[in-house]
C-alpha cells in the first residue's frame, strides 16, 4: 500500500485500534491462472494467548481467523501462504463545498490497515474450536452483551467439521490515515464539523479520529 508520509499513522496504537473496531477483514492470497486470485471477507482477531507489545509494523503479532471448509480459498491455503488482510475503518466523502477556499478539488478521507502475513492452518477438532470460543469471546466483549456460550458448546461441536481456522503470523503492516493532513488547520476544523453534525455514525468516527491528530 502506497502510504504518503504524512498520512502514517501516527502511533502503532492506531493501527490495533482499527483492527479490533472493524474485525471483519479481506483475506487476499494468489491463485491459479485458472481461476485468480482468492479473497474473502472473515472476522480476524488477535490469539489471546499472545503477550507482548506491538512492534511498528505489528511483526510477529499473531492472528486467529476461520471460514467455511467448503469455500475453495480453505483448500488453497496451504502452511506457509502468503496472505493479505485488510482491514477498512472510518471513511467519508469530503465535498469541496466544505472547504470554502477555492480552487478545490473534492476528496474521500478513508482509514486502512494493510496486514501482510504467513499462514499456519490449525487441523484438529479441539484447536478449532478454540479458534471459535475466542473469536466469540473477543466480539462479545467488543460489540455484543457479554452472551454465555456454554449451553451452544455441543452445537459448535456439531459444526465445528465445517470450518476451517487458522493462524496469521504477521510479517508486516501498514496502516493508512488519510484524514485531510495536507489542509490548513482552519479547513480540517470545517470538515470535522461537516462530519459530526452529519448525524451518521461512520462520519461521526472519522470526525472522531481527526480530532486525535497530533
Same mark, same amino acid.
Given at each position: 500500500?502506497? /502510504?504518503?508520509?504524512?498520512?502514517?499513522?501516527?502511533?502503532?496504537?492506531?493501527?490495533?485500534?482499527?483492527?479490533?473496531?472493524?474485525?471483519?477483514?479481506?483475506?487476499?492470497?494468489?491463485?491459479?491462472?485458472?481461476?485468480?486470485?482468492?479473497?474473502?471477507?472473515?472476522?480476524?482477531?488477535?490469539?489471546?494467548?499472545?503477550?507482548?507489545?506491538?512492534?511498528?509494523?505489528?511483526?510477529?503479532?499473531?492472528?486467529?481467523?476461520?471460514?467455511?471448509? #467448503?469455500?475453495?480459498?480453505?483448500? #488453497?491455503?496451504?502452511?506457509?501462504?502468503?496472505?493479505?488482510?485488510?482491514?477498512?475503518?472510518?471513511?467519508?466523502?469530503?465535498?469541496?463545498?466544505?472547504?470554502?477556499?477555492?480552487?478545490?478539488?473534492?476528496?474521500?478521507?478513508?482509514?486502512?490497515?494493510?496486514?501482510?502475513? /504467513? /499462514?499456519?492452518?490449525?487441523?484438529?477438532?479441539?484447536?478449532?474450536?478454540?479458534?471459535?470460543?475466542?473469536?466469540?469471546?473477543?466480539?462479545?466483549?467488543?460489540?455484543?452483551?457479554?452472551?454465555?456460550?456454554?449451553?451452544?458448546?455441543?452445537?459448535?461441536?456439531?459444526?465445528?467439521?465445517?470450518?476451517?481456522?487458522?493462524? /496469521?503470523?504477521?510479517?508486516?503492516?501498514?496502516?493508512?490515515?488519510?484524514?485531510?493532513?495536507?489542509?490548513?488547520?482552519?479547513?480540517?476544523?470545517?470538515?470535522?464539523?461537516?462530519? #459530526?453534525?452529519?448525524?451518521?455514525?461512520?462520519?461521526?468516527?472519522?470526525?472522531?479520529?481527526?480530532?486525535?491528530?497530533?
Amino acid at each position: 500500500m502506497f /502510504v504518503p508520509s504524512h498520512y502514517r499513522a501516527p502511533d502503532v496504537s492506531w493501527m490495533v485500534e482499527l483492527m479490533r473496531r472493524n474485525p471483519l477483514a479481506l483475506m487476499a492470497s494468489n491463485g491459479t491462472p485458472a481461476d485468480g486470485p482468492f479473497a474473502t471477507h472473515l472476522p480476524v482477531i488477535t490469539d489471546p494467548r499472545w503477550e507482548g507489545e506491538p512492534e511498528s509494523d505489528l511483526a510477529g503479532i499473531p492472528l486467529l481467523a476461520h471460514l467455511n471448509r #467448503a469455500n475453495p480459498h480453505w483448500s #488453497a491455503l496451504a502452511d506457509g501462504t502468503v496472505v493479505l488482510l485488510t482491514f477498512t475503518g472510518p471513511h467519508a466523502y469530503v465535498s469541496p463545498t466544505v472547504y470554502d477556499i477555492n480552487p478545490a478539488a473534492p476528496t474521500w478521507n478513508f482509514t486502512s490497515v494493510h496486514i501482510h502475513g /504467513v /499462514v499456519e492452518r490449525i487441523e484438529s477438532t479441539e484447536e478449532t474450536l478454540d479458534v471459535v470460543r475466542a473469536t466469540v469471546r473477543a466480539f462479545e466483549r467488543e460489540f455484543g452483551d457479554s452472551w454465555d456460550m456454554s449451553g451452544s458448546i455441543d452445537y459448535f461441536r456439531r459444526i465445528v467439521a465445517a470450518v476451517g481456522a487458522f493462524r /496469521v503470523r504477521v510479517t508486516k503492516a501498514e496502516g493508512m490515515f488519510k484524514l485531510s493532513q495536507e489542509q490548513r488547520p482552519e479547513v480540517r476544523e470545517r470538515v470535522v464539523r461537516s462530519f #459530526a453534525g452529519r448525524g451518521c455514525t461512520r462520519h461521526a468516527q472519522t470526525a472522531e479520529l481527526m480530532d486525535r491528530l497530533p
